[in-house]
């Protein structure tokens, strides 16, 4: 339901009411006489309503975090409500650059070679029913191509769309609640793990060619769709038959609770 269709329909039950209670002879007044007037507030209210909504949205920000020279990177990002696109793209000295919704905070510290970086949308007060096109809290940024990746996200109502294809993620754990989730893993990223706890969940993951992978998924009310051709089902496991030997290799551990699963 729309938030205007919801504001009038408060209003409705608003005058509904007190045309019942007048007509059971609970008012003492004229109750007619204070429709048009009610008309009137809810409109006003609306309109001022509105007004600190539009000034309270989200906007977008244009940031860029610094690779600070680190060899490989550990990246952490929080993200609830909106959408969250990652891809490759970042400039050699960033470890991320992109367009945030809402704004970006983060902390970044070094641990030998390693930068550990946590991300965050800015702490402010928003209305959820801004969050739409041009004025929500959507993510959208580059990760560094050119060095080894640990990613971990955590997202809550969203829509991802992962494009790891040209990036070195040899990491991935994915946590996220009533999402849409679709992955591409890394082409050439030699080993990766990916580790997938979704709730309510549609998740979409794309092996890129010449990759082999090693694929579990568990569930309850979750139905999987496999492509058997590549990965045929070998006991509880679906598995690439040259697992063991492939270059660039994919260890796939999904759990899940209502949803799909879908892998090719």
Do not use: C
Not at 107 to 117: H, I, K, Q, W
Not at 163 to 192: C, F, H, K, Q
Request: cysteine-free; proline content about 4%; charged content about 20%.
């Amino acid at each position: 339901m729309g938030r205007g269709n919801l504001f009038w329909g408060v209003i409705l039950i608003i005058g509904g009411s007190l045309l019942l209670l007048d007509n059971l002879g609970l008012l003492n007044v004229n109750v007619w006489s204070l429709i048009w007037p009610l008309f009137l507030i809810g409109l006003g209210v609306r309109a001022l309503w509105g007004a600190v909504a539009a000034r309270q949205s989200p906007r977008d920000e244009q940031a860029a975090i610094p690779l600070e020279g680190a060899a490989s990177a550990r990246v952490r990002v929080h993200h609830g409500a909106g959408r969250l696109d990652i891809h490759s793209g970042a400039g050699p000295d960033e470890l991320a650059a992109g367009t945030f919704g809402g704004g970006l905070d983060y902390r970044a510290r070094r641990a030998g070679e390693t930068l550990e970086v946590d991300m965050h949308v800015r702490e402010s007060f928003t209305f959820p029913w801004m969050w739409g096109p041009g004025r929500s809290l959507d993510w959208s940024f580059g990760l560094n191509s050119g060095i080894p990746l640990s990613l971990e996200l955590k997202t809550g109502a969203s829509e991802s769309r992962l494009e790891l294809a040209d990036l070195r993620v040899t990491d991935l754990r994915l946590e996220t609640g009533a999402s849409a989730t679709r992955i591409t893993l890394p082409a050439n990223a030699g080993r990766t793990r990916a580790e997938i706890r979704a709730g309510a969940a549609s998740v979409e993951l794309q092996v890129p060619p010449g990759v082999a992978a090693r694929i579990r998924i568990r569930g309850g009310l979750s139905s999987a769709n496999v492509d058997a051709a590549r990965f045929p089902r070998m006991g509880d496991v679906y598995q690439s038959q040259d697992y063991h030997t492939a270059a660039n290799t994919a260890d796939i551990d999904i759990e899940t609770g209502v949803g799909s699963v879908r892998i090719y």
